[in-house]
């Protein structure tokens, strides 16, 4: 079963509403209503993007991606849900030049489960992974981020830096997820 974390993104309702389409299983909850569940019920996870910053929101992340870890499950963070990943893993994010929004080519440069060749996705942030962890690797980029998407060295522990809920492209990456 599959949980989704909303961080308060305004693309969330995007989210839910194509992973409802996909007959996945899934709960889908704020972030700041995770407390009342057993997250170990769960077998994946997808992290969504937010507004703004909020250190219970950190908190609250970092601890889901720490239980997926040790118990080897699988996770996808979105846009935020990368940046709190890399921070998690021991990475580092930096303020961008300027807000990235629009339309981008995200090129994969490594192999991978997820996605493949050139994939043309939606940005929205003002935050991006400026250093990944020992244990994050990079899978792609782009003009705007060096680090698109990255993984886990061993485990299915994605991030996107782009919003894969708002483009055909990046639901593929969804689905891909989904299929794991």
Same mark, same amino acid.
């Given at each position: 079963m599959l949980l989704v974390v909303d961080n308060g993104s305004i693309y969330t309702?995007?989210?839910?509403?194509?992973?409802?389409?996909?007959?996945?299983?899934?709960?889908a909850v704020k972030f700041s209503d995770t407390s009342s569940l057993e997250i170990?019920?769960?077998?994946?996870?997808?992290?969504?993007?937010?507004?703004?910053?909020?250190?219970?929101?950190?908190v609250t992340n970092s601890q889901i991606i720490k239980h997926v870890f040790s118990e080897r499950k699988s996770l996808l963070g979105i846009c935020y849900g990368a940046e709190?990943?890399? *921070?998690?893993?021991? $990475?580092?994010?930096?303020? !961008?030049?300027?807000?990235? =929004?629009?339309e981008e080519i995200v090129i994969v440069q490594k192999e991978n489960k997820i996605c493949q060749n050139e994939i043309n996705v939606f940005e929205s942030h003002r935050y991006e *992974?400026?250093?990944? $962890?020992?244990?994050?690797? !990079?899978?792609?980029?782009? =003009?705007?981020?060096?680090?698109e998407v990255v993984k886990h060295n061993e485990l299915d522990i994605f991030g996107t830096q782009f919003h894969p809920e708002m483009s055909s492209d990046g639901q593929s990456v969804i689905q891909a997820f989904l299929s794991i």
């Open positions: 309702k995007n989210l839910v509403n194509y992973i409802s389409e996909q007959n996945v299983n899934f709960t170990s019920q769960f077998d994946s996870f997808i992290l969504s993007g937010r507004i703004r910053n909020d250190k219970k929101m950190n709190i990943l890399a *921070i998690t893993m021991g $990475g580092t994010i930096k303020k !961008s030049d300027k807000p990235v =929004k629009g *992974i400026s250093k990944l $962890g020992d244990q994050l690797d !990079s899978l792609a980029g782009s =003009k705007s981020c060096k680090y």
